[in-house]
C-alpha cells in the first residue's frame, strides 16, 4: 500500500468474507486458493497494524484525560 492511499478496515474486512466463500466453494482450483491466501495474508496484517494503531492512540487519549 503507498503512502497515498487510505486503509480501509471495514473494505478489507469484506474482502476477507470474499476470499473465504471463494476458498469454501469447491469449484474453486489449488492455484486460485493460493493466491487467495496470499491476499488474505497481506489483508489480516494491514488489519492487525489498523487496529494496533487505534489502540495505541485511544490508549493515549485515555491516558490525556486521566
Known amino acids: ?39 488474505s495474508q497481506e489483508l489480516i496484517a494491514q488489519c492487525r497494524d489498523y487496529l494496533r494503531t487505534a489502540r495505541t492512540v485511544i490508549l493515549s487519549d485515555v491516558g490525556g484525560i486521566l
Open 1 to 39: 500500500m503507498s503512502n497515498t492511499e487510505q486503509f480501509d478496515y471495514k473494505k478489507a474486512i469484506e474482502e476477507l468474507e470474499a476470499i473465504a466463500a471463494k476458498v469454501e466453494n469447491p469449484q474453486t482450483g489449488i492455484e486460485e486458493i493460493d493466491k487467495y491466501m496470499k491476499r
